[in-house]
C-alpha cells in the first residue's frame, strides 16, 4: 500500500470554493490521478469546453457559456444499498480533486437499473456524502448551481442515441437466446460468431426497436447489441447489448419505459451529457474503455453530444481486512439479522462507522493516506483505526468508567473524614495539557465525587498477585486516580470464592494536586468512579465483525467468518461527564479507548449507552 504521510491534514472544505489554480492541490501527496489532471490543465484539453448549466447535448451545450469548471468529475452510486467505506474513498476522490483543481464533482444517482433502486438508498446516499464534508453545490459560473443528478432523467437521450446508432448502421436487435448469444460470443481463445440477425437493414432495425420499446415483445425475448468486432480480442467489443426488455416499474419514470439502457452503455452517455472531463472508476472496468471510447466517438461524430469526450481512468478498490465492501454482501448481513441493521456499529457502511464513532476528519484523512493506486492491495484495518484516533486524540474529552465493576470500601473513612456518607469533590482536566493547542483554552475541568465506596475494575485487584503485578493486592499502595492514595487491606469473597468486595484504607493528605500528593509513593494508579456519583451506562465492546482478514476473497462464505464475540455488551459506572454526553459525543475512556455516546440509544428513557469506537494505541501496562 502506500501510506506517505499527507503534508496536511484535509479539512472539511466546502466543495464549491473555487480553489485558486490548483491551491490546496500543492499540499497535497501526488499520484497519478493528479498527475492526469495537471497535464489536461497544462495543455488546456478541456479549455474549449462549453456548459449549458445543466446535462445535455451538443446544441444545448454549443448555446451555454465556456464551462467554467476547469474540470468535472462526478460520484455516481446506484441507489440500491447504503455506501461504504470503499465508496468513501471514491467520494473523497472526485470531490477532493475537483475541489482542489477548481472544479466540480456532480452527484449523480445512477439508476437505469429498475428493478434494485429504491428512494431509502437515494436519501441515505446524499446524507452520507454530506456527512463526509462534500456537496454538489458550486459557485464557479457565478451563480449557484447544483449538481445533483439522476442518470434515469436521461432516458429520453439514451434512447435518441440508440435510434442514432441504428440509423448509422452501428447496432442491431438481435433475436437470438441469451444461450445462443452467450454460446456464439466466443471466449479468449475463440472469436465469436456473427448473429444472424446482425445484417438486418437500418430500417428493420429500427422499426424492431420501436417495437421493443412499444411493449410489442415479450422481456428478455430480444436486445439491440452495438455492432462492433465479433472477433476483438477484447470480449466486451464483441457486440455488446446496450438495451433490453424489461418490464418493471421505476422509481423515477414509473411506467414510462420497457426497455431500458445496460449499465456499461449508459454510463459513458451520463457523463458524456455531464461534461464530466475525468471520469475515475475501480479497476475491473479497465475493459470497458474500449467501448466507452467507441459508443462516445460514435456519438460525438453524429453531432449528438459535444467533443472532448470525457476520459476514463481506473484506479485500485478499496479493500479492508477484515471488512466487506459489497453493497450485496452488506444487504445480506442487515437482512438475514446477522446486524441490527445498516448502521450497526460494526457495519463498514457509512451510516455504520458514523454510529461507531467516525469522524468526517478520520475517513478524510485515511482516504488521503492510502492515495490512490493502479494495483489492487489491502489496507490494513489498522490504518483506519489509527486516523481516528489521530482525529480523537487532540478532541475526546477524557473520562473514567469502570466497565467490569466491583466495589471497593474504605474502610476507615469515617475515622480519616468524620462520617461515611462524607463527599468530597475531586476535579481533573477534560484534555491533557499537551491536546491543548497554543493560544486555545483549555475545556472546563471535570468535577466527581469520591466517597467511601468505588467502583473499580474488578482486574485491579488479586489477592495473591502474580509477579510484577502493581495494582490493589493486601499490602499494597495504589492511586485512585485523581483522587487518595489508598493501601490495600483485603476483600470479602462470597461462597463460591468470587471476590464481592475489595477492602482498603484511604490515606488521608495525599489527594491529588495538593502538597501532600507526593507524600507517600503510590506503585500505580488506577481507573474508578465513585458509589456516590458514578452512573450506570450500557457499554457496547464491539470488536472485529469478522475472524478472517480477507472474509470473502475467493468465493468463500463470508457468514462463515463471522466472529461470534462481535459484541459483548455490559453494565459499566461512569464519571458525570460522561453520563451528561450528547448522542455522537466521543469520549476517551482513560486506559480503555474511545468510545462514543450511541446516537440512537442513548439518552432514551434516560439510558446511557456507549459503544466501543477503538482501543488506545498501546494498551494499558500491568
Ligand atoms: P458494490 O459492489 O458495493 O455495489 P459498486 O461499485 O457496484 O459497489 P456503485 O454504487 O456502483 O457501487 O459505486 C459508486 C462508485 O463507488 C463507483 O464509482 C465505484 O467505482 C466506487 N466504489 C465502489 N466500491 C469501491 C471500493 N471498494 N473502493 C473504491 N471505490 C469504490
Ligand atoms: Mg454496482
Keep these: ?21 490548483g491551491d490546496a492541490a500543492e499540499h497535497k501527496v501526488s499520484n497519478f490521478l493528479r498527475q492526469v489532471i495537471e497535464k489536461d490543465l497544462e495543455q488546456g484539453t478541456y479549455s474549449q469546453r462549453r ?22 468529475t462526478r460520484f455516481p452510486p446506484e441507489p440500491n444499498g447504503y455506501l461504504h467505506v470503499g465508496h468513501a474513498k471514491s467520494i473523497c476522490l472526485n470531490f477532493g480533486l475537483a475541489r482542489d483543481y477548481g472544479g466540480v464533482c456532480h452527484l449523480r444517482f445512477d439508476d437505469t437499473n429498475p428493478e434494485k433502486e429504491d428512494t431509502e438508498y437515494v436519501n441515505s446516499i446524499i446524507d452520507a456524502v454530506k456527512w463526509l464534508g462534500f456537496n454538489w453545490e458550486s459557485s464557479v459560473s457565478g451563480k449557484a448551481e ?125 457523463d458524456a ?47 479492508l481486512t477484515y471488512v466487506i465492501t ?9 437482512y438475514d439479522h446477522k446486524v441490527s441493521g445498516w448502521d450497526d456499529p460494526r457495519m463498514p457502511t457509512i451510516v455504520g462507522l458514523r454510529r461507531r464513532g467516525y469522524t468526517p476528519e478520520s475517513i478524510q484523512l485515511f482516504a488521503e493516506r492510502i492515495g490512490v493506486t493502479k494495483s489492487d492491495s489491502w489496507i490494513d484495518y489498522s490504518t483506519l483505526e489509527g486516523c481516528l484516533r489521530e482525529d480523537l486524540e487532540n478532541k475526546a474529552h477524557r473520562g473514567m468508567a469502570v466497565l467490569d465493576p466491583v466495589k471497593l470500601v474504605l474502610t476507615n473513612w469515617a475515622e480519616a473524614f468524620g462520617a461515611d456518607d462524607y463527599t468530597e469533590d475531586c476535579t481533573q482536566p477534560a484534555l491533557p495539557h499537551s491536546a491543548i493547542a497554543e493560544g486555545q483554552t483549555p475545556p472546563p475541568d471535570r468535577v466527581f465525587k469520591i466517597g467511601k465506596q468505588v467502583w473499580i475494575e474488578r482486574e485491579d485487584f488479586e489477592e495473591v498477585p502474580p509477579k510484577g503485578y502493581k495494582r490493589l493486592f493486601p499490602g499494597n499502595v495504589v492511586r485512585l486516580k485523581g483522587g487518595y492514595v489508598i493501601e490495600c487491606t483485603g476483600c470479602a469473597k462470597d461462597v463460591s470464592g468470587t471476590v464481592t468486595e475489595v477492602h482498603a484504607k484511604v490515606i488521608p493528605g495525599t489527594k491529588s494536586g495538593t502538597p501532600g500528593a507526593d507524600s507517600v509513593k ?101
Design 146 to 270: 447544483t449538481h445533483l443528478y439522476q442518470a434515469s432523467d436521461y432516458f429520453d437521450f439514451m434512447y435518441r442515441a440508440a435510434e442514432h446508432l441504428i440509423e448509422a448502421g452501428h447496432a442491431y436487435v438481435d433475436e437470438q437466446t441469451a444461450e445462443q448469444m452467450r454460446i456464439n460470443r466466443g471466449d479468449f481463445g475463440k472469436p465469436g460468431v456473427d448473429s444472424p440477425f446482425r445484417s438486418r437493414t437500418p430500417e428493420e432495425n429500427l422499426a424492431r426497436f420501436r417495437e421493443m420499446r412499444d411493449g410489442q415483445h415479450e422481456d428478455g425475448s430480444m436486445v439491440l447489441r452495438a455492432k462492433i468486432d465479433m472477433a476483438s480480442p477484447n470480449i466486451n467489443m464483441r457486440d455488446p447489448a446496450i438495451y433490453r426488455i424489461r418490464r418493471a416499474t421505476h422509481h423515477n419514470t414509473g411506467d414510462k419505459w420497457c426497455i431500458y439502457p445496460m449499465y456499461t452503455y449508459a454510463h459513458p452517455i451520463e
Design 1 to 21: 500500500m502506500s501510506s506517505k504521510p499527507p503534508a496536511s491534514s484535509p479539512k472539511n472544505n466546502d466543495s464549491a470554493a473555487p480553489a485558486s489554480a
Design 326 to 334: 459489497s453493497k450485496r454482501k452488506l444487504a445480506q448481513l442487515v
Design 51 to 72: 456548459w449549458g448549466g445543466s446535462p445535455g447535448d451538443a446544441a444545448h451545450h454549443e448555446a451555454g457559456q465556456p464551462d467554467p469548471a476547469r474540470i468535472r
Design 522 to 622: 503510590a506503585k500505580a494508579a488506577i481507573t474508578w468512579v465513585s458509589v456516590a456519583s458514578g452512573v450506570q451506562a450500557e457499554v457496547r465492546l464491539y470488536d472485529r465483525l469478522f475472524s478472517d482478514p480477507q472474509p470473502d476473497a475467493g468465493g468463500k462464505d463470508f457468514i462463515e467468518a463471522l466472529n461470534p464475540n462481535s459484541l459483548k455488551v455490559v453494565t459499566a459506572y461512569v464519571e458525570p461527564s460522561l453520563a451528561a454526553a450528547k448522542p455522537d459525543e466521543k469520549f476517551q475512556f482513560e486506559r480503555f479507548g474511545y468510545f462514543v455516546a450511541d446516537r440512537v440509544d442513548h439518552g432514551v428513557g434516560g439510558k446511557v449507552v456507549f459503544n466501543r469506537v477503538t482501543g488506545l494505541k498501546d494498551s494499558w501496562g500491568k
Design 273 to 319: 451529457l455531464e461534461q464530466i472531463t475525468h471520469s475515475f472508476c475501480t479497476l475491473e472496468f479497465e475493459d470497458q474503455r474500449p467501448f466507452y471510447d467507441w459508443l462516445l466517438e460514435r456519438l460525438t461524430e453524429g453531432g449528438l453530444l459535444k467533443a472532448p469526450p470525457p476520459r476514463q481512468y481506473e484506479f485500485a478498490r478499496l479493500n
